[in-house]
């Protein structure tokens, strides 16, 4: 008797570069077919870790964002922040590298903006300053407070 072949199973950096692989490409045709790509990516694996959960939200609200579907834009804005903390718990050094360039945060300020929730997106522009996100959250926060 042979014996049977091992599964072999991908840890969650592996699952994320070959995520983050395919987005790249599919992004190349523009940001419908990243949406695409993304949305059968959540559809296909059901059992995907969550601090990758992360990272494909994060990317989906930015596509979702690019071509006006709304209520794929709110729900992945609100995955990512579900995930947020798995990401950093799971996958350490991809999501400091990821952090300068988190997309949740700007796309809830606009999403936010547009919806006159100017409290609300004041709010995340706080939060994302307060994370250390970067300069850009601190003037968004100051334009807000303006706005208001």
């Not at 601090?51 to 609100?78: M, W």
């Not at 947020?84 to 718990?89: D, R, S, T, Y």
């Not at 929730?117 to 994370?131: D, I, M, N």
């Amino acid at each position: 008797m042979s014996r049977r072949p091992e599964i072999l199973h991908k840890k969650p950096p592996e699952i994320l570069a070959d995520l983050l692989d395919g987005h790249r490409e599919a992004a190349l045709n523009g940001p419908l077919h990243a949406r695409k790509y993304l949305e059968r990516s959540i559809d296909k694996h059901h059992s995907m870790p969550n601090g990758v959960k992360f990272f494909i939200y994060d990317l989906l609200a930015e596509a979702a964002a690019q071509t006006d579907a709304t209520d794929t834009r709110d729900e992945a804005v609100r995955q990512a922040f579900t995930y947020l903390p798995f990401a950093a718990e799971d996958l350490p050094r991809q999501h400091k590298e990821w952090l300068p360039t988190i997309r949740c945060y700007l796309v809830a300020i606009d999403a936010a903006l547009d919806e006159g929730q100017f409290e609300e997106a004041l709010r995340l522009a706080e939060e994302a300053e307060a994370a250390g996100l970067g300069k850009v959250y601190t003037q968004k926060a100051e334009s807000i407070r303006w706005m208001m």
